[in-house]
């Protein structure tokens, strides 16, 4: 509509007349690696020092005092969250070194694995909400469409045709 309007065929702008393309939030499935796939990454991960001392001796003697929540911030000023991107860079290392190529390889992938299986394995939402700290039950709904066999146990059957 937009060309129709600058190439002079039209007078008016019609292009805010169109409706928008509908989106639903939250289409996708969440993107996970199967247990056997994190078992995997895990192994990959240097565990030859003692890991709950390496943390315990990281908030004593290397954390930089600040107000933020989270454990792992930033060594330089401002003191703040380690951003997303770092924790990205970490999980696509270690998945290059575990042999894995999933198409997502952002930090929610552990995540969203983690939420998978234990939904698949019997886990309620707002177990799995309490667990991974969500503030709103809704932003746990993502999980509820992964669970295909429970799916099936509720969904309608397809309607036949009258013949």
Same mark, same amino acid.
């Given at each position: 509509?937009?060309?129709?309007?600058?190439?002079?065929?039209?007078?008016?702008?019609?292009?805010?007349?169109?409706?928008?393309?509908?989106?639903?939030?939250?289409?996708?499935?969440?993107?996970?690696?199967?247990?056997?796939?994190? *078992?995997?990454?895990?192994?990959?991960?240097?565990?030859?020092?003692?890991?709950?001392?390496?943390?315990?001796? /990281?908030? /004593?003697?290397?954390?930089?005092?600040?107000?933020?929540?989270?454990?792992?911030?930033?060594?330089?000023?401002? /003191?703040?969250?380690? *951003?997303?991107?770092?924790?990205?860079?970490?999980?696509?290392?270690?998945?290059?070194?575990?042999?894995?190529?999933?198409?997502?390889?952002?930090?929610?992938?552990?995540?969203?694995?983690?939420?998978?299986?234990?939904?698949?394995?019997?886990?309620?939402?707002? *177990?799995?909400?309490?667990?991974?700290?969500?503030?709103?039950?809704?932003?746990?709904?993502? /999980?509820?469409?992964?669970?295909? *066999?429970?799916?099936?146990?509720?969904?309608?059957?397809?309607?036949?045709?009258?013949?």
């Amino acid at each position: 509509m937009r060309l129709l309007l600058l190439r002079g065929v039209v007078p008016t702008d019609l292009a805010r007349t169109l409706p928008g393309v509908a989106t639903w939030r939250l289409w996708h499935l969440p993107m996970s690696l199967l247990p056997d796939q994190v *078992e995997r990454l895990l192994a990959c991960c240097d565990r030859g020092s003692p890991v709950g001392a390496a943390v315990a001796r /990281y908030l /004593y003697e290397a954390r930089p005092p600040c107000a933020t929540r989270p454990v792992f911030v930033r060594m330089m000023a401002p /003191y703040q969250d380690l *951003e997303q991107s770092a924790v990205c860079c970490v999980v696509r290392r270690a998945l290059a070194r575990a042999g894995l190529d999933p198409e997502h390889k952002g930090a929610h992938l552990l995540q969203h694995s983690l939420a998978t299986n234990l939904l698949r394995r019997g886990a309620s939402l707002s *177990e799995i909400g309490q667990l991974l700290r969500h503030r709103q039950p809704t932003t746990t709904q993502i /999980y509820a469409k992964v669970d295909v *066999e429970a799916l099936r146990g509720i969904a309608l059957p397809w309607p036949r045709r009258a013949s």
